[in-house]
C-alpha cells in the first residue's frame, strides 16, 4: 500500500516476519540498538540500516553523544527523560520525552 511510502514504522524484531509487516511493499529493515556498533552482527541479522543507539550511558556520555550526533530533533524514551529534554532545550536543541505506551505498565511488574 502506497499510504505507508516514506514512513517510519516502529515494531519489535519479531513482528518483520509476521503477515502484518507483509503490508509494506518495499521496507528498509533497520535496527537500533548499541549492539549495532558491530558490523557483523547487523550484517549476519540481515539488518539495512543499522542505527547504533544504546540507553546505557552516564550523563556526560549521553550528553556528549548528542553534541556529537548534533540532531534536529531529541526525542528521549526513558531514565530521566524530563531532565535530559531540558537540558537540551537548554543548549539550543529541539527536544521531546516521548511516552511509550505500556512502558510504565512494564516498569511496575
Avoid at 540498538?33 to 539488518?47: D, F, T
Avoid at 540507553?55 to 556526560?60: M, Q, T
Wanted: charged letters at 25%.
Amino acid at each position: 500500500s502506497g499510504k505507508f511510502a516514506g514512513k517510519i514504522i516502529i515494531c519489535p524484531p519479531s513482528a518483520t516476519s509476521t503477515p502484518w509487516a507483509q503490508r509494506f511493499p518495499d521496507p528498509v529493515i533497520a535496527f537500533a540498538s548499541g549492539w549495532m556498533s558491530i558490523r557483523q552482527r547487523a550484517k549476519v541479522g540481515g539488518i539495512e540500516l543499522p542505527l547504533i543507539l544504546s540507553d546505557h550511558a552516564d550523563w556526560d556520555e549521553l550528553t556528549q553523544t548528542v553534541k556529537d550526533v548534533n540532531p534536529e530533533e531529541l526525542w528521549v524514551t526513558h531514565g530521566r527523560d524530563d531532565a535530559l529534554a531540558r537540558w537540551a532545550e537548554l543548549e539550543g536543541r529541539k527536544a521531546r520525552p516521548l511516552h511509550l505506551v505500556g512502558y510504565e505498565d512494564e516498569a511496575g511488574e
